[in-house]
């Protein structure tokens, strides 16, 4: 580790009052587990729920687990959450960087527009739009949405020069709601550390860890599919198909990050001070919550409000499904008329013969008695029912969701511009909330790209980014001559045209004349 990094280290742990780094990580680990604890019921109803989104045969039923197959139930999750997110989040935002009073002020208007230029260029530099669109589709399925910002610097190894940055970004990067942990906390105001999990190959290892043969120490304990590598060593995978598990945890108490790692317990992988120097120090804005209450930050997901109604959905679709099955064409025919085989096999419009017609004729009640038809007719009017029943249990989740509103809010061209305006407005009531919350996360997020680019970039990144041209300095040093030049002539033309001579001054009468009183405001009550 370098002399900065052992003193960055030194000043951390004396704040803290953690002398030892195997202590430090330690205190860091716990204070993870303990926010993983207290997340663990939500994680796993989470987990239940996006496999039921992704149709993987399971689903959450009264805190347990049902296997069922794709096909054996009806998918309402997916269909409201299809609905609900676009009414929430269809566009991806126009950046707009203005002072916040609208003073003459030339250099801060000229700031503003080189910013707003720059959040622009950004926003289209990647995938902005289905960044959010990440964090408002988590928002919707497990509760919550979280996207940082990083600083991205491109650096050019030159022999001579040594290192140089020859371009710059700040990213938004969408983080998985199974990787985030923070403080305790009732409100997000209150929270003082947030961490994410990651997974490093050995080379970012090298990267990362401020002591070389840190990096090449710490085990690689996590396998390409995410889960934990096993005990049997006997044929250990190569590395390059092993990751390390290695939590990013920045404190905003000491206004440090630190890496560490839960395989490497001697102390952090990397220490940093406050890399961004962000307002308010975490590279997230607050988390996009679908369901929020004042007493707790756990999120909760918007289908545990109607999952008894998905789950009798599901009854009534199997029911329907086998009660289908069930609805076929059959019946029971006398074996002795050989004509009825013909019969069944014959196509649209065919005459089949028969033989001994007027011997069956001569019997009672004629060719009807010889052929009795299965009664469809209950199965019929049940099959009815479910499907009403099914109709009217969309439609109370579509009321619960406010995918009902989202449906009456959608006009028709046939209808009045009154009509169209009230059903815009009542329609989408409900929904408006969350697109609000929706715009200021958006919001949020530019800010926190603006205060990078204002902290970060050089001015040769600004000036490029933004496509406009700044006075040099001798240009800024003639304009300073001209205006003092202006302002010296007229001082002397002033002094060569003397005192101004104004008109004679009327003399004020004196008070109780009978003279004009001078105009001023009025003293003592009217």
């Given at each position: 580790m ?15 009052e ?9 205190l ?6 303990t ?22 045969e ?29 009414a ?36 289209d530099a ?12 988590d ?26 940055v ?9 983080v ?9 906390a009732?409100r997000?105001?209150?929270?003082e550390?947030?961490a ?24 690689l304990?996590v396998?390409?599919?995410?889960q934990d ?5 006997s ?11 290695v ?15 839960p395989g490497?317990r001697e ?27 004042s007493?707790?930050l ?19 679709t ?9 609805l076929?064409w059959r019946?029971i025919?006398?074996a ?6 013909k ?13 001994n ?13 010889a ?55 009542w ?16 919001r ?18 600004i ?39 104004g ?24």
């Open positions: 370098s002399d900065d990094g052992d003193s960055v280290q030194q000043d951390f742990e004396s704040r803290n953690v002398k030892d780094p195997p202590g430090l990580v330690r860091w680990l716990a204070a993870i587990a926010a993983s604890e207290q997340e663990q019921d939500w994680r796993s109803e989470a987990e239940l729920i996006v496999k039921r989104y992704r149709q993987e399971a689903q959450a039923s009264a805190g347990a687990v049902t296997t069922l197959q794709g096909s054996d139930y009806f998918n309402i999750l997916y269909a409201t959450t299809e609905t609900v997110v676009p929430i989040y269809n566009s991806a935002p126009i950046p707009d960087v203005r002072r916040r009073f609208s003073d003459k002020d030339k250099a801060g208007k000229t700031s503003s527009q080189m910013l707003e230029r720059c959040i622009s260029y950004l926003i990647y995938d902005f739009d289905g960044t959010v669109e990440m964090a408002v589709k928002s919707e399925l497990p509760g919550r949405g979280v996207t940082r910002v990083k600083y991205d610097p491109q650096i050019y190894q030159d022999q001579e020069t040594g290192e140089s020859v371009w710059e970004r700040a990213l938004c990067e969408h998985g709601w199974s990787s985030f942990r923070h403080g305790p009732k997000w105001d209150g929270v550390w947030v994410f999990e990651t997974f490093q190959t050995r080379d970012q290892l090298r990267s990362l860890c401020q002591q070389r043969e840190v990096a090449e120490r710490v085990p304990d396998e390409a599919t995410g590598k096993g005990t049997d060593d044929q250990p995978a190569p590395d390059i198909f092993l990751y390390a598990r939590w990013e945890v920045w404190d905003r108490t000491s206004k440090a990050v630190l890496w560490v790692a490497w102390g952090p992988i990397r220490i940093e001070p406050d890399p961004l120097g962000l307002k308010g120090f975490f590279p997230i804005p607050r988390p996009l919550y679908a369901i929020e209450t007493d707790t756990v999120p909760v997901p918007p289908y545990r409000q109607y999952r008894r109604q998905a789950e009798e959905l599901d009854i009534i199997q029911r329907l499904m086998k009660l289908t099955a069930a076929r019946g025919y006398d002795s008329i050989t004509e009825f085989t019969l069944s096999n014959a196509d649209d419009g065919e005459l089949v013969p028969m033989q017609a007027q011997a069956l004729y001569a019997q009672a009640g004629g060719l009807e008695k052929v009795y038809m299965l009664p469809i007719q209950e199965l019929v009017i049940t099959i009815e029912k479910l499907t009403q029943q099914r109709d009217l249990t969309k439609q109370a989740v579509w009321e619960i969701t406010g995918v009902a509103d989202i449906m009456r809010g959608q006009s028709d061209p046939r209808e009045t511009m009154g009509a169209q305006r009230i059903k815009t407005q329609g989408s009531l409900r929904v408006r909330q969350r697109q609000k919350a929706a715009a200021d996360y958006a949020d997020l530019l800010r926190l790209k603006a205060e990078i680019i204002s902290n970060k970039f050089s001015e040769e990144t000036l490029k980014m933004s496509n406009m041209e700044l006075p040099s300095m001798a240009e800024k040093q003639r304009a300073m001559q001209i205006q003092q030049m202006q302002q010296q002539m007229a001082m002397q033309a002033q002094a060569q045209q003397g005192p101004q001579q008109p004679p001054q009327r003399a004020l009468p004196p008070p109780g004349s009978n003279g004009q009183a001078p105009m001023g405001p009025a003293m003592g009550n009217a």
